[in-house]
Nanobody, 124 residues
Framework: QVQLVESGGGLVQAGGSLRVSCAASGRTFSSYVMAWFRQAPGKEREFVAAISQTGATLYYGDSVKGRFTNSRDNTKNTVYLQMNSLKPEDTAVYYC?????????????????WGQGTQVTVSS
Protein backbone atom coordinates (compact mmCIF):
# COMPACT_ATOMS: atom_id res chain seq x y z
CA GLN A 1 0.00 0.00 0.00
CA VAL A 2 1.26 3.44 -0.95
CA GLN A 3 -0.20 6.69 0.26
CA LEU A 4 0.47 9.84 -1.72
CA VAL A 5 0.12 13.38 -0.43
CA GLU A 6 0.52 16.37 -2.73
CA SER A 7 1.46 19.84 -1.56
CA GLY A 8 2.65 23.15 -2.92
CA GLY A 9 -0.30 24.23 -4.98
CA GLY A 10 -1.55 27.79 -4.90
CA LEU A 11 -2.31 30.94 -6.84
CA VAL A 12 0.27 32.38 -9.22
CA GLN A 13 0.23 34.95 -11.97
CA ALA A 14 0.69 33.99 -15.59
CA GLY A 15 4.36 33.68 -16.43
CA GLY A 16 5.23 32.71 -12.89
CA SER A 17 6.53 29.51 -11.39
CA LEU A 18 5.35 27.01 -8.84
CA ARG A 19 6.64 23.69 -7.53
CA VAL A 20 4.31 20.98 -6.34
CA SER A 21 5.49 17.96 -4.39
CA CYS A 22 4.17 14.50 -3.74
CA ALA A 23 5.31 12.61 -0.67
CA ALA A 24 4.86 8.86 -0.58
CA SER A 25 4.61 6.51 2.33
CA GLY A 26 6.21 3.09 2.40
CA ARG A 27 9.66 1.68 1.78
CA THR A 28 9.18 0.72 -1.86
CA PHE A 29 8.89 4.18 -3.40
CA SER A 30 11.86 3.57 -5.67
CA SER A 31 10.07 0.67 -7.34
CA TYR A 32 7.25 2.85 -8.67
CA VAL A 33 6.88 4.91 -11.79
CA MET A 34 5.49 8.23 -10.62
CA ALA A 35 3.24 10.44 -12.69
CA TRP A 36 1.40 13.72 -12.58
CA PHE A 37 -2.07 14.23 -14.02
CA ARG A 38 -4.29 17.26 -13.87
CA GLN A 39 -7.97 17.95 -14.18
CA ALA A 40 -9.50 21.30 -14.96
CA PRO A 41 -13.16 22.05 -14.24
CA GLY A 42 -15.40 20.44 -16.80
CA LYS A 43 -12.53 18.60 -18.48
CA GLU A 44 -11.18 15.08 -18.39
CA ARG A 45 -8.06 14.21 -16.45
CA GLU A 46 -4.94 14.92 -18.52
CA PHE A 47 -1.49 13.39 -18.39
CA VAL A 48 1.19 15.90 -17.43
CA ALA A 49 4.44 14.05 -16.73
CA ALA A 50 5.94 10.78 -15.57
CA ILE A 51 9.30 9.68 -14.26
CA SER A 52 10.86 6.24 -14.17
CA GLN A 53 11.83 4.45 -10.98
CA THR A 54 15.43 5.75 -11.04
CA GLY A 55 14.57 9.12 -12.50
CA ALA A 56 16.57 8.40 -15.63
CA THR A 57 13.60 8.53 -18.02
CA LEU A 58 11.14 11.39 -18.23
CA TYR A 59 7.89 11.76 -20.10
CA TYR A 60 5.86 14.90 -20.67
CA GLY A 61 2.53 15.80 -22.13
CA ASP A 62 2.72 18.01 -25.20
CA SER A 63 1.10 20.95 -23.46
CA VAL A 64 3.81 21.20 -20.80
CA LYS A 65 6.98 20.21 -22.66
CA GLY A 66 9.73 22.75 -22.18
CA ARG A 67 7.95 24.42 -19.26
CA PHE A 68 7.54 21.71 -16.62
CA THR A 69 10.27 19.56 -15.07
CA ASN A 70 9.61 16.34 -13.23
CA SER A 71 12.11 14.98 -10.71
CA ARG A 72 12.26 12.63 -7.77
CA ASP A 73 14.30 12.05 -4.66
CA ASN A 74 14.13 8.40 -3.68
CA THR A 75 15.88 9.11 -0.38
CA LYS A 76 12.98 11.36 0.58
CA ASN A 77 10.19 9.34 -1.07
CA THR A 78 9.17 12.49 -2.90
CA VAL A 79 8.48 13.48 -6.48
CA TYR A 80 8.44 17.09 -7.65
CA LEU A 81 6.90 18.99 -10.51
CA GLN A 82 8.56 22.31 -11.24
CA MET A 83 6.22 24.44 -13.31
CA ASN A 84 7.60 27.49 -15.12
CA SER A 85 6.07 29.95 -17.57
CA LEU A 86 2.64 29.11 -16.21
CA LYS A 87 -0.43 29.91 -18.27
CA PRO A 88 -4.07 30.33 -17.23
CA GLU A 89 -4.82 27.08 -19.04
CA ASP A 90 -2.56 25.28 -16.56
CA THR A 91 -5.19 25.92 -13.90
CA ALA A 92 -6.30 22.54 -12.56
CA VAL A 93 -6.16 20.13 -9.68
CA TYR A 94 -2.84 18.31 -9.93
CA TYR A 95 -2.68 14.68 -8.88
CA CYS A 96 0.28 12.41 -8.43
CA UNK A 97 -0.01 8.72 -9.11
CA UNK A 98 2.11 5.60 -8.70
CA UNK A 99 2.38 2.37 -10.62
CA UNK A 100 4.93 -0.43 -10.58
CA UNK A 101 4.85 -1.23 -14.29
CA UNK A 102 2.40 0.89 -16.23
CA UNK A 103 1.82 -0.36 -19.75
CA UNK A 104 1.51 3.21 -20.94
CA UNK A 105 2.79 5.96 -18.64
CA UNK A 106 0.17 8.41 -19.87
CA UNK A 107 -2.86 6.19 -19.16
CA UNK A 108 -4.46 6.99 -15.84
CA UNK A 109 -6.02 3.54 -15.68
CA UNK A 110 -2.52 2.03 -15.42
CA UNK A 111 -1.87 3.73 -12.08
CA UNK A 112 -2.72 2.00 -8.83
CA UNK A 113 -2.30 4.71 -6.22
CA TRP A 114 -3.44 8.33 -6.30
CA GLY A 115 -3.08 11.37 -4.11
CA GLN A 116 -5.92 13.66 -3.16
CA GLY A 117 -4.75 16.46 -5.45
CA THR A 118 -3.55 20.01 -5.02
CA GLN A 119 -5.12 23.06 -6.66
CA VAL A 120 -3.02 25.20 -8.97
CA THR A 121 -4.59 28.43 -10.16
CA VAL A 122 -2.92 30.69 -12.70
CA SER A 123 -4.36 34.17 -13.04
CA SER A 124 -4.12 36.17 -16.23
Amino acid sequence: QVQLVESGGGLVQAGGSLRVSCAASGRTFSSYVMAWFRQAPGKEREFVAAISQTGATLYYGDSVKGRFTNSRDNTKNTVYLQMNSLKPEDTAVYYCAAARRPISVNYESDYTYWGQGTQVTVSS
